[in-house]
Antibody, heavy 119, light 106 residues
């Protein structure tokens, strides 16, 4: 059973960089076939895809966030990470990491972590 | 980027009702679409993938249909545990979620 767990600061100051890590257990990121995603959900709102990474390091980002987003992978630790720069209060959201496979969509999600941007 | 327009944004229904939610893609996406159910404070749960394939463990009262640009999620007989928010998701070209449909008790 694959499990994903987000970790990182729950509070970030405006203009700083939000950094989160997702640790995958029960399966190897290096096994291929899956895209490892970050998704966020503003309080009381819908879901927004941020981007994803393949184990090889290939990345794909939501065009609306592309200028501020970096997703990286550390296969030795079975982790992938999100960095979102120059944050504002509008970046306050629950951030989810997830596993996606073309054709079968996102089948595993982390529990989500709330990140608040505030001074 | 592909846009997904989901309707309605909310609906009120009673236990036993048949419920239909639709998603329209801004361009053809073959059958690269799925449906999720989300309850408050929880991650979304996959119900349907490839437009009409039922995810393992999901009750058969959930069904999906469509191809190209127009898709439908149907709940044949609404149960108390089905009151939740539903989202469509396309993965034809990167990922895009629909805006969501909140299903409330009438």
């Amino acid at each position: 059973q694959v499990q994903l767990q987000e970790s990182g600061p729950g509070l970030v100051k405006p203009s700083q960089t939000l950094s989160l890590t997702c640790t995958v257990s029960g399966g190897s990121i290096s096994s291929g076939g899956y895209y490892w995603s970050w998704i966020r959900q503003h309080p009381g709102k819908g879901l927004e895809w941020i981007g994803y990474i393949y184990y090889s390091g290939s990345t794909y980002y939501n065009p609306s966030l592309k200028s501020r987003v970096t997703i990286s992978v550390d296969t030795s630790k079975n982790q992938f990470s999100l960095k979102l720069s120059s944050v504002t209060a509008a970046d306050t959201a629950v951030y989810y990491c997830a596993r996606e496979k073309t054709g079968t969509l996102i089948d595993y999600w982390g529990q989500g972590t709330l990140v608040t941007v505030s001074s | 980027a592909i846009q997904m327009t989901q309707s309605p944004s909310s609906l009120s229904a009673s236990v036993g009702d048949r419920v239909t939610i639709t998603c329209r893609a801004s361009q053809g996406i073959r059958n690269d679409l799925g449906w999720y159910q989300q309850k408050p404070g929880k991650a979304p749960k996959l119900l349907i993938y490839a437009a009409s394939s039922l995810q393992s463990g999901v009750p058969s009262r959930f069904s999906g249909s469509g191809s190209g640009t127009d898709f439908t999620l149907t709940i044949s007989s609404l149960q108390p545990e089905d009151f939740a928010t539903y989202y469509c998701l396309q993965d034809y070209n990167q990922l895009t979620f629909g805006g969501g449909t909140k299903v409330e008790i009438k």
